[in-house]
T-cell receptor, first 115, second 115 residues
Framework: AQSVSQHNHHVILSEAASLELGCNYS??????LFWYVQYPGQHLQLLLKYFSGDPLVKGIKGFEAEFIKSKFSFNLRKPSVQWSDTAEYFCAVNALPSNAGKSTFGDGTTLTVKP | DTGVSQDPRHKITKRGQNVTFRCDPISEHNRLYWYRQTLGQGPEFLTY????????KSRLLSDRFSAERPKGSFSTLEIQRTEQGDSAMYLC?????????????FGNGTRLTVT
């Protein structure tokens, strides 16, 4: 079974700092990859996704992620964070060829951005 | 898109009681998922439906848990003889089926506390 590892449990940054959150998965086959975000008091929502093609994908609010197949990684980046980016971030993997859409999630990274 | 709704938002129950949660997915989505999330962890897959058919259940779903989606629309998750270890956030998500795994759309969750 696949698993997802998020290296940082809690990250604290000042506004305008650059962000990189690590995500590694264990599965040797084809994957679909996702980052979800949960803002305080809100539900989990999609930040960005990778299905195929260009391994650098862009999402909402200036976030991007790069799929590096050889490293089984899908790290999330943002060049300059804002206070409003304070949230919990989850990486998720769907193992193919299963088309069930069943995602395996990492344990999340809490990002705190200081104004 | 009215989003995924879950009811109730919070449920406090005594050990040994039965509880039932409801999820109303996005109307055009034919897939519905139940996840469980405990503090400090990511969502863990419990079960999923395609239309009214329950296609997969996690080994986390003991025989005290049962889920239904009788008409392929809303779903219920029942926990019988609750235990303190059942305390968690129960998340419902829905997605559209397709060639690629569609992202999940989550509800706000039902927080269960077993005393």
């Amino acid at each position: 079974a696949q698993s997802v590892s998020q290296h940082n449990h809690h990250v604290i940054l000042s506004e305008a700092a650059s962000l990189e959150l690590g995500c590694n998965y264990s599965y040797g086959g084809t994957v679909n990859l996702f980052w979800y975000v949960q803002y305080p008091g809100q539900h989990l929502q999609l930040l960005l996704k990778y299905f195929s093609g260009d391994p650098l994908v862009k999402g909402i609010k200036g976030f991007e992620a790069e799929f590096i197949k050889s490293k089984f990684s899908f790290n999330l980046r943002k060049p300059s964070v804002q206070w409003s980016d304070t949230a919990e971030y989850f990486c998720a993997v769907n193992a193919l060829p299963s088309n069930a859409g069943k995602s395996t999630f990492g344990d999340g990274t809490t990002l705190t951005v200081k104004p | 898109d009215t989003g995924v709704s879950q009811d109730p938002r919070h449920k406090i129950t005594k050990r040994g009681q039965n509880v039932t949660f409801r999820c109303d997915p996005i109307s055009e989505h034919n897939r519905l998922y139940w996840y469980r999330q405990t503090l400090g962890q990511g969502p863990e897959f419990l079960t999923y439906f395609q239309n009214e058919a329950q296609l997969e259940k996690s080994r986390l779903l003991s025989d005290r848990f049962s889920a239904e989606r009788p008409k392929g629309s809303f779903s219920t998750l029942e926990i019988q003889r609750t235990e303190q270890g059942d305390s968690a956030m129960y998340l419902c998500a829905s997605s559209a089926s397709g060639r690629y795994n569609s992202p999940l759309h989550f509800g706000n969750g039902t927080r269960l506390t077993v005393t």
